[in-house]
């Protein structure tokens, strides 16, 4: 293991603003504190400071703040220098802590160490970008519940049975079958099998964390004229698209992203749905529908009948119902009539899809679905063979581990925190 050195960085974004923080940690941490404060507060205590660098000149008045390890973010010695915000001082700050024998921290490395010290799991760690990601109430609320352990709390108590199992099985490789209590094979297949459920029902909560990390796609499909782009630009009070009343009139497809009930929204406006002779508008048809096909929801402007293979994912809009209203939500884009109803409609739907109810549970990431899936499909129909049975077990322990963290490499961490901002 490498030599732990004392890291700093700027820990707050960049640009004008009140305050800035200054973090460093590592065995030095209070040292280089003591170099640029003067003196240092004991831990778990703030001081008034003057920070100056090496020379003795002034570059600021402050407040540092101590944190004894293992009591800190890191689970190190850790001093948070706080100054005012701004492009000049927060920088002389950090080079006067260069000055003092810190360097510049790897992006996410703060948090990186929190995870080699066993602060938090990997989990964890990446809940705390997400919680930082995060572009709407639910998505924060989702990553506040990981931060928590949620997810870890059930990945691991998974990666923990599969652990067990597989050493029973390899230990029970290792005696005479007749040894063995009866049964013994049959109960260790019904443990995996049970075991494999349960990696099922984690899974199953990964469709809401994709929903929530990566957005829902919205789209908005229908004949030409049916006031899509007038709904687009209704639902994000601004007018983003184009709106006559020539049929035809939206060629390429429109994306914006908005909060629709807590959850991101990639509402797409295309192309109204006909047969043209115009190539442009041709590829937009096209367009549109392709979008229409990948869509999490379809916003369907044409009617009571929208085309077959869209049926499961559409939500039925009659438009423009200060005209005349028709089947479906009543909306229309020049009243406001109806608006809070589709909002809530899509917000409905999704959590529909997400399988999940008001009560919010934390939903694992794009990682963790893959390592679950991968654990899940190990321990697909294992029949009553203790070689077969130990492999499958060890398969599933190795990918569990891999999860929660329990084994990892440094490819793992690089992937992981270089998602990271400074500083983190
Ligand atoms: N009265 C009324 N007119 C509307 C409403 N929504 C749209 N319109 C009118 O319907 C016409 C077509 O609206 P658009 O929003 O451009 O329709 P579109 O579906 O995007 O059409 P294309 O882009 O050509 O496919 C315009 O003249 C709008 O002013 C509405 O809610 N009420
Ligand atoms: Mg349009």
Not at 284 to 304: F, K, P, Q, Y
Not at 389 to 399: D, E, I, L, V
């Amino acid at each position: 293991m490498e030599e732990r050195q004392t890291i700093a960085a700027v820990a707050t974004a960049p640009g004008r603003g009140g305050v800035a923080i200054v973090r460093v940690s590592g065995p030095d941490a209070f040292a280089v504190a003591k170099a640029v404060a003067g003196r240092t507060p004991g831990p778990g205590r703030f001081a008034f400071a003057s920070f100056r660098n090496s020379d003795g000149k002034l570059l600021d008045r402050g407040v540092l703040l101590c944190f004894a390890a293992p009591h800190s973010y890191t689970g190190e010695d850790v001093a948070e220098l706080q100054c005012h915000g701004g492009s000049v001082t927060p920088r002389r700050i950090l080079d006067a802590c260069f000055a003092a024998g810190a360097r510049l921290a790897r992006r996410g490395e703060f948090t990186e160490r929190a995870f080699l010290n066993g602060r938090i799991d990997l989990s964890e760690a990446e809940s705390v970008i997400e919680l930082v990601d995060a572009q709407t109430q639910r998505a924060a609320d989702d990553a506040l519940a990981r931060l928590g352990g949620e997810t870890s709390r059930i990945c691991r108590a998974l990666y923990e049975r599969a652990l067990e199992l597989s050493s029973t099985l390899e230990h029970a490789l290792d005696v005479d079958e007749g040894e063995l209590p009866g049964g013994f094979a049959e109960k260790a297949t019904d443990d995996l099998a049970a075991l494999r459920a349960d990696c099922a029902k984690a899974l199953a909560k990964a469709e809401g964390g994709r929903l929530l990390r990566e957005g829902a796609l919205v789209v908005l499909a229908g004949p030409p004229n049916a006031g899509k782009s007038s709904l687009m630009n209704a639902l994000l009070g601004s007018n983003r698209a184009i709106v006559s009343s020539t049929p035809g009139t939206t060629r390429d497809s429109i994306e914006e992203s908005l909060d629709i009930g807590g959850w991101p929204v990639r509402l797409v406006d295309t192309a109204g749905l006909r047969d043209s002779a115009d190539p442009v508008e041709s590829e937009g048809v096209n367009r549109a529908e392709a979008l229409a096909a990948s869509a999490d929801i379809v916003l369907w402007l044409g009617g009571e009948t929208p085309p077959e293979e869209l049926a499961a994912a559409t939500l039925i809009v009659h438009s423009k119902c200060d005209i005349a209203r028709g089947a479906g939500l009543n909306v229309s884009a020049k009243t406001g009539e109806g608006l809070d109803d589709l909002e809530n409609a899509i917000a409905a739907r999704l959590d529909k899809l997400a399988g999940r109810s008001a009560d919010s549970s934390a939903t694992p990431s794009a990682r963790e679905r893959a390592l679950l899936s991968e654990a899940h499909s190990a321990l697909a129909g294992v029949p009553p063979d203790m070689v077969l049975a130990a492999n499958a077990a060890r398969s599933a322990a190795t990918a569990l581990g891999r999860l929660v963290g329990a084994e990892y490499s440094r490819d793992i961490l690089d992937a992981l925190f270089s998602r990271f901002c400074v500083g983190k």
